[in-house]
């Protein structure tokens, strides 16, 4: 079969009808995002079904070429438009040769968990994860526990925008029918809280709204649901537990209920957020280092990875340290510290997004939102004199920002990143005062981290799935000496007047 493949095309037209529709930009580094649209939308669709056939016949060329096999896991998240995709997808990898099992709708997790469930070594989630109505995409993997990371990206990006599909026919598809209540008797298996913990449950109207309830209920937590109703419009806001909105809603919900804790849980179900009994939205990279410190205390000597976007305090906690605990600061991006953590055989990773990993025997080394939150569950479980709230004052006091980000073009944003980088690296060279003191340090792992001599830090990279830059500062010393960060920091990205606006600010 012969596609032609445009990056163009609009709607309504006869090239829309008849050509594959997929624009190059939505090949991202870990995963695939595209605009797709929906009904009243006037922005152009970046990709068509055309296209999502396409792709699927580029996925099912390239796990032939990788040598796993033809049997492939899909599913697909809820939104108006998610099942027409995944149907396209699956007549694509089918033309390819691929063997499908369709688990029908599904957390990111759940398609992971389907892997070694039915022993199939790849999977294609569709999904758009948090990303606002109208936005689509895939989450591919072929060895798993791992999902693909730029090296596979690029190389189905290629046999994709070059139509260079290996098509041999003899796929074959499957729907496998329950397979919601195999991953949530799996997922809650031996699980069980003595603690009687009251939790909010918010899903903000994306597809974890099917599953997490009923999982806190069956290790036997006390569960008030949020936005738990499955509607793709989400009326309230993205199901995103790194967005303020959402964060202050669940904060509002415990706090009127006397809740013990707030959990909230992204798109696809791979993340989750945490809001103790007091109403403190607490960033997910804090939590995380409550839970390496749980963890190490019951595992001396144990191994973390976090993002280069988390607190610094991984580096310097007296627990950690008591406990030998030793932690590996890597890129952002849940196929990077999926990858990191496998590699390392650490205990678990951590993400500031909110993407948790856990080795076995917590978990099976994927990102799981629901698996993170029955571990945070246990945290208390274990500490039954002590409240959510009080954990989080155990932590070394810092002063961080949320996740902020700028809007920048996907074919420019890597090139003002890389701009930045260099501003640095030359006022670092120079010994140039920056913020009010001189750099320390700067880690160029996943853009720039730079590092004052006190400790006060400012992050800025290129987002991997939005046409975003990525801002976070944390400061060990004050309020000011965080501000005094950001402006700096700002003021760098102010040189290329490609950079928007923030999303939000602290």
């Keep these: ?288 280092l409550m839970l390496a410190r749980d963890i190490s205390s019951l595992r001396p000597g144990a191994a973390f990875v976090v993002d280069v976007k988390s607190t610094g305090l991984f580096a310097t906690d007296h627990v950690l340290k008591a406990n030998g605990a030793v932690t590996d600061y890597w890129k952002t991006g849940h196929s990077y510290i999926k990858r990191r953590v496998a590699e390392l055989g650490a205990v678990a990773g951590f993400e500031k997004s909110g993407h948790f990993f856990f080795n076995p025997p917590i978990g099976r080394g994927y990102d799981d939102g629901l698996i993170t939150a029955i571990v945070v569950c246990q945290m208390l479980d274990r500490n039954p004199w002590s409240s959510m709230a009080d954990l989080y004052r155990a932590l070394p006091l810092t002063y961080g920002t949320p996740t902020m980000s700028s809007h920048c073009p996907d074919e420019v944003k890597y090139g003002v990143v890389d701009r930045v980088v260099a501003d640095f690296q030359t006022m670092h060279r120079e010994g140039a005062d920056f913020a009010g003191q001189k750099i320390a340090t700067l880690i160029t792992v996943n853009g720039v981290r730079v590092v004052a001599e006190d400790g006060t830090w400012g992050l800025v990279r290129a987002s991997s799935n939005k046409p975003e830059l990525v801002v976070v500062v944390e400061s060990p010393v004050s309020s000011e000496r965080r501000r005094q960060m950001f402006e700096a920091v700002d003021a760098v990205l102010r040189r290329s007047p490609e950079v928007g606006a923030y999303n939000q600010t602290f």
């Excluded at 033809?70 to 149907?87: A, C, E, M, N, Q």
């Design 1 to 288: 079969m012969t596609l032609t493949i445009v990056g163009e095309a609009r709607p309504s037209s006869f090239a829309f009808e008849t050509s594959a529709l997929i624009r190059a930009s939505g090949f991202r580094e870990y995963d695939a995002r595209w605009w797709f649209g929906h009904p009243g939308s006037t922005k152009a669709p970046e990709l068509n079904l055309i296209g999502v056939q396409a792709l699927g016949m580029g996925l099912g060329t390239l796990i032939r070429r990788l040598g796993v096999g033809p049997d492939i896991v899909t599913g697909h998240d809820f939104r108006s438009y998610s099942l027409s995709i995944k149907l396209a997808l699956v007549s694509g990898l089918m033309a390819a040769g691929a063997r499908v099992k369709d688990i029908g709708l599904a957390l990111s997790p759940m398609a992971y968990f389907a892997q070694f469930a039915l022993n199939t070594p790849s999977v294609a989630m569709v999904t758009a994860s948090h990303n606002e109505n109208g936005w689509t995409g895939v989450k591919m993997g072929a060895a798993r526990p791992l999902t693909f990371g730029p090296e596979e990206m690029n190389a189905l990006k290629k046999i994709v925008l070059e139509a260079d599909f290996g098509l041999r026919g003899g796929g074959a598809y499957e729907f496998v029918s329950g397979f919601r209540e195999t991953y949530l008797a799996d997922l809650t298996k031996g699980k069980h809280i003595s603690r009687r913990l009251k939790v909010v449950c918010a899903c903000g109207n994306g597809t974890a709204g099917a599953f997490a309830p009923e999982a806190l209920a069956r290790v036997g937590c006390e569960v008030i649901p949020l936005d738990v109703e499955l509607d793709h419009t989400f009326p309230r806001y993205n199901p995103n537990p790194e967005d303020m909105q959402m964060l202050h809603a669940i904060s509002e919900k415990v706090l009127a209920t006397g809740a013990d804790v707030g959990l909230g849980f992204d798109g696809d179900g791979d993340r989750c957020g945490v809001v103790d009994n007091e109403g403190n939205e607490i960033f997910a990279d804090k939590v995380g």
